[in-house]
């Protein structure tokens, strides 16, 4: 599993969005991406953590992030989840996982003494020149927003 670091370059990547269209990350650079990995859409924690980014979309906006929440799902599941909650930002589905691998955020996980392999909630916000300016691994959904754009603002005051 890869462990990326605050100045890494970002792995890059092209994923179908809610809607099938491709998004490639490095056709964002110029831009403050945050991109954000979750286990599975429509299930309590990733509910939580993608309508808070919802609910604080014009926080991030006026910081001039553009968000990216990338799960393991098929395109119909994260258009049905989009659609179900008015998410209103951009998911995309990375059904093999290569995505996840690539940012370090897929490993083992455990529940009810069974252990799976799945995502691991974690965060990157990436620069405008496609490097990591900040990594938060594990990260808890009710916090999610406060501490990522806590993160936005101490980048954009740089």
Known sequence: MATLAEGDKAPDFTLRDQNGDEVTLSDLRGETV???FYPRADTP???TQACGVRDR???Y???GARVLGISPDEVEDIAKFAGKYDL???LLADSDHAVAEKYGAWGEKSMYGKKYMGVQRST????GDGKIARVFPKVQPKKHDQVVLKALG????A
Do not use: H, Q, W
């Open 34 to 36: 945050v991109v954000y």
């Open 45 to 47: 924690g990733c509910t």
């Open 124 to 127: 990157f916000i990436v620069n």
């Open 61 to 63: 906006a006026a910081m």
């Open 154 to 157: 101490e980048l954009t005051a």
């Open 57 to 59: 979309s014009d926080e």
């Open 88 to 90: 209103g930002f951009t």
